[in-house]
């Protein structure tokens, strides 16, 4: 009987024997308790970790895709291989109909109102530039695939302060938008109220808010008029541009989606809201009256 406290030694044969492995095996992984191989799968799933906690949205393609930027080497099989395995899937790939449900808020609700009556509404209302900005993420089909346009509009004028137009629906997408907007103006204090998507509740995107002391805001799981400001927008666009043709490639609709925004929605359509001025002339007439 082996002294109190001593470790006991069991032969290996019986260990062996009761672990229902072989002798070979056994010391086969005493020399190398791992291969190269699942050294490697361990570094992938780590940063397929990463970039789908950057962006829930994306699914095994759109993380092979992000692991290949940062210089790894992996098949989209392989991917899809450890991502199945770690359960790492797109808040998209759910079924319709098997309890879909949108993410969580990052962010208060910063736009809603209460009549007299007690039913909720949305306050689209601003009493000078940069005080109020929405956003939000359309798509349009081309023969080579999908096109996505995120576009930043301002309350006070409905101008577009800022947009970006990508082949795919990344949280960058919405990261790049907020960026060129804040390029333009000087937006400290902004409120930039989106809904719940995974782009707008991303690590990237809620940090480059804080960075440049911007106010997010996010709407309610449901409300069809929770953010019809920004898709008054979407449906001209929708009219003006998308359905006007049958696209060919993604370069030729991004071209005429800013040719439209650019000279022809800023300067060129008027709005009864802004007393039939274009959304350049409305500004224009506020900074001179600002500076008087």
């Excluded at 086969?28 to 990463?50: G, S």
């Excluded at 930027?69 to 790492?88: M, Y």
């Excluded at 009219?239 to 006007?244: A, G």
Aim: aromatic share 8%; proline share 3%; hydrophobic share 40%.
């Amino acid at each position: 009987m082996a002294a109190t406290g001593a470790p006991v030694r069991v032969p290996v044969a019986v260990a062996c024997g009761v672990l229902k492995v072989s002798r070979q095996g056994y010391y086969q992984w005493l020399a190398e308790p791992f291969c190269q191989r699942d050294w490697d799968d361990a570094h992938l799933i780590n940063a397929a970790f990463d970039a789908h906690l950057e962006d829930p949205g994306f699914g095994y393609r759109f993380i092979a895709d992000e692991l290949a930027d940062q210089g790894f080497i992996a098949s989209e099989n392989r991917v899809w291989r450890l991502c199945s395995i770690q359960g790492i899937f797109s808040i998209h790939s759910k079924k319709r109909g098997l309890n879909r449900k949108a993410g969580p808020p990052v962010h208060d609700d910063l736009l809603a109102t209460v009549d007299h009556h007690g039913r909720p509404g949305r306050d689209f209302t601003a009493s000078r530039p940069n005080e109020k900005w929405l956003t939000d993420i359309t798509e349009h089909h081309t023969a080579e695939g999908k096109l996505y346009l995120c576009a930043i509009k301002d309350c006070y004028s409905g101008r577009i302060v800022g947009y970006s137009i990508d082949s795919r629906m990344k949280a960058s997408l919405a990261v790049s938008a907020l960026r060129n907007a804040i390029g333009l103006r000087d937006p400290a204090g902004t409120i930039v109220h989106s809904d719940r998507g995974s782009q707008f509740r991303s690590k990237k995107f809620v940090r480059v808010l804080k960075s440049h002391g911007l106010v997010g805001s996010m709407g309610r799981v449901g409300a069809c008029g929770d953010n019809a400001a920004m898709e008054s927008f979407f449906s001209l666009l929708q009219k003006n541009v998308l359905n006007t043709q049958r696209w060919q490639t993604r370069d030729e609709l991004r071209l005429a989606i800013v040719t439209w925004i650019e000279s022809k929605y800023h300067r060129k359509r008027r709005q009864r809201g802004l007393g039939k001025l274009t959304p350049i002339e409305f500004e224009t007439i506020y900074m001179a009256a600002d500076a008087a």
